[in-house]
């Protein structure tokens, strides 16, 4: 029989030369030794342990009931009883005496009311920032227990037009790609929690123009895709609309805008208009309705040439100022964000693989530039 190496240590050999010369009580008086030698932790051994610090439970007084917790947070975060106790599906008198019960518990006012309605107090705001904190690392700690079974599924949320108009075109080899895995596409405008596992990865269109903030330290990132970002009109609204010889004359045009006026006011100015006191023009959005409006002669849209290549193509949209210089390129990456501790899981490094191959093999022309 092999031993290894790590059961070495622990298997006491008698010597062969010497055990026929035991008897049947020695050979039992020997093992019974080596069995108490390697028995389990007795509760003594325990209790020996908890005298060292950090192994200790916190003390009874040192814990206030859960319930009491959970409703001063709640009604700290949204501002009012009421709102706490329809967010948690619990009577408003009944938060208000576990509410109570906390503050006998600790001994101080944590809440007062005020004519706009309960404040919390100084002292109040110092408990609340120390404990919401390690609430939240209580609740993602139990989503991802509770999680750990979701590594067969792929959820994936994107930015409306990519889902679209590249995505959602190619499930059937997503699906190839990962047999057995579950997989759900999201299109939306606004990133997932990660935190709270909405989205194994999303995808998102980030301008190298604007002024993004840094990741968080759980999450990070990886360039998938990259395209510029371009004004775009239909062939019959730039035969009927004044001339268009730089970015400045853009203002003299119908300028269709997403949800904010903004992401054509950074463009602009990243390419040296002063946009004054604002620019006017409708409000769709979506930058799949403004692309949409633009090839039916509504206004000028800002889109990118790997959502807009077909109708590029086609000549149901005109990409205005290509090769002038005037209109210096602008560039947009799309990125792929996910978990950094998820980051190899399985299914997800199967879907970056399919999502770098594919883009090479199927739009080569926005492969990111390493």
Same mark, same amino acid.
């Given at each position: 029989?092999?031993?290894?190496?790590?059961?070495?240590?622990?298997?006491?050999?008698?010597?062969?030369?010497?055990?026929?010369?035991?008897?049947?009580?020695?050979?039992?008086?020997?093992?019974?030794?080596?069995?108490?030698?390697?028995?389990?932790?007795?509760?003594?051994?325990?209790?020996?342990?908890?005298?060292?610090?950090?192994?200790?439970?916190?003390?009874?007084?040192?814990?206030?009931?859960?319930?009491?917790?959970?409703?001063?947070?709640?009604?700290?975060?949204?501002?009012?009883?009421?709102? %706490?106790?329809? #967010? /948690?599906? !619990?009577?408003? *008198?009944? $938060?208000? =005496?576990?509410?109570?019960?906390? +503050?006998?518990?600790?001994?101080?006012?944590?809440?007062?009311?005020?004519?706009?309605?309960?404040?919390?107090?100084?002292?109040?705001?110092?408990?609340?920032?120390?404990?919401?904190?390690?609430?939240?690392?209580?609740?993602?700690?139990?989503?991802?227990?509770?999680?750990?079974?979701?590594?067969?599924?792929?959820?994936?949320?994107?930015?409306?037009?990519? %889902?679209?108009? #590249? /995505?959602? !075109?190619?499930? *059937?080899? $997503?699906? =190839?790609?990962?047999?057995?895995? +579950?997989?759900?596409?999201?299109?939306?405008?606004?990133?997932?929690?990660?935190?709270?596992?909405?989205?194994?990865?999303?995808?998102?269109?980030?301008?190298?123009?604007?002024?993004?903030?840094?990741?968080?330290?759980?999450?990070?990132?990886?360039?998938?895709?990259?395209?510029?970002?371009?004004?775009?009109?239909?062939?019959?609204?730039?035969?009927?609309?004044?001339?268009?010889?730089?970015?400045?004359?853009?203002?003299?045009?119908?300028?269709?805008?997403?949800?904010?006026?903004?992401?054509?006011?950074?463009?602009?100015?990243?390419?040296?208009?002063?946009?004054?006191?604002?620019?006017?023009?409708?409000?769709?959005?979506?930058?799949?309705?403004?692309?949409?409006?633009?090839?039916?002669?509504?206004?000028?849209?800002?889109?990118?040439?790997?959502?807009?290549?077909?109708?590029?193509?086609?000549?149901?949209?005109?990409?205005?100022?290509?090769?002038?210089?005037?209109?210096?390129?602008?560039?947009?990456?799309?990125?792929?964000?996910?978990?950094?501790?998820?980051?190899?899981?399985?299914?997800?490094?199967?879907?970056?693989?399919?999502?770098?191959?594919?883009?090479?093999?199927?739009?080569?022309?926005?492969?990111?530039?390493?």
């Amino acid at each position: 029989m092999m031993i290894s190496p790590e059961h070495e240590r622990t298997v006491h050999m008698i010597p062969l030369e010497s055990a026929h010369d035991l008897t049947s009580e020695q050979v039992a008086t020997s093992i019974g030794r080596h069995k108490r030698d390697h028995r389990e932790p007795s509760m003594a051994d325990r209790k020996d342990d908890l005298s060292k610090p950090g192994q200790q439970p916190p003390l009874r007084k040192a814990l206030p009931p859960f319930e009491g917790l959970r409703a001063f947070d709640a009604i700290a975060r949204l501002g009012g009883v009421r709102k %706490a106790a329809k #967010w /948690l599906d !619990r009577d408003h *008198a009944v $938060l208000s =005496r576990h509410l109570r019960a906390l +503050e006998e518990w600790v001994g101080i006012t944590l809440v007062e009311r005020a004519p706009t309605g309960l404040v919390l107090t100084d002292a109040g705001k110092d408990y609340h920032r120390s404990i919401s904190m390690a609430l939240d690392m209580v609740a993602h700690a139990t989503l991802d227990v509770l999680n750990q079974g979701i590594h067969h599924q792929l959820l994936i949320w994107s930015t409306p037009g990519f %889902a679209q108009q #590249w /995505l959602s !075109r190619r499930i *059937a080899s $997503l699906e =190839r790609a990962n047999q057995g895995v +579950e997989i759900e596409l999201k299109p939306s405008v606004s990133a997932p929690d990660f935190l709270s596992h909405e989205a194994t990865a999303d995808i998102r269109y980030w301008a190298s123009y604007e002024d993004l903030d840094e990741l968080p330290p759980h999450l990070r990132s990886q360039v998938i895709a990259q395209s510029p970002i371009i004004p775009v009109a239909s062939p019959e609204y730039l035969e009927n609309a004044p001339e268009i010889h730089s970015p400045q004359d853009l203002l003299n045009h119908q300028l269709l805008h997403e949800n904010t006026t903004e992401t054509w006011k950074i463009w602009l100015e990243s390419v040296g208009v002063d946009c004054g006191a604002g620019l006017k023009g409708p409000r769709l959005w979506q930058g799949n309705l403004t692309s949409d409006a633009s090839r039916h002669g509504r206004g000028i849209a800002l889109t990118n040439p790997l959502l807009a290549e077909k109708h590029l193509t086609r000549g149901d949209l005109v990409w205005i100022g290509k090769d002038n210089p005037a209109f210096p390129p602008r560039r947009g990456d799309y990125v792929l964000i996910a978990r950094h501790d998820r980051w190899n899981e399985p299914s997800l490094r199967k879907f970056r693989q399919w999502l770098t191959n594919t883009i090479a093999k199927d739009t080569p022309e926005f492969k990111p530039v390493r």
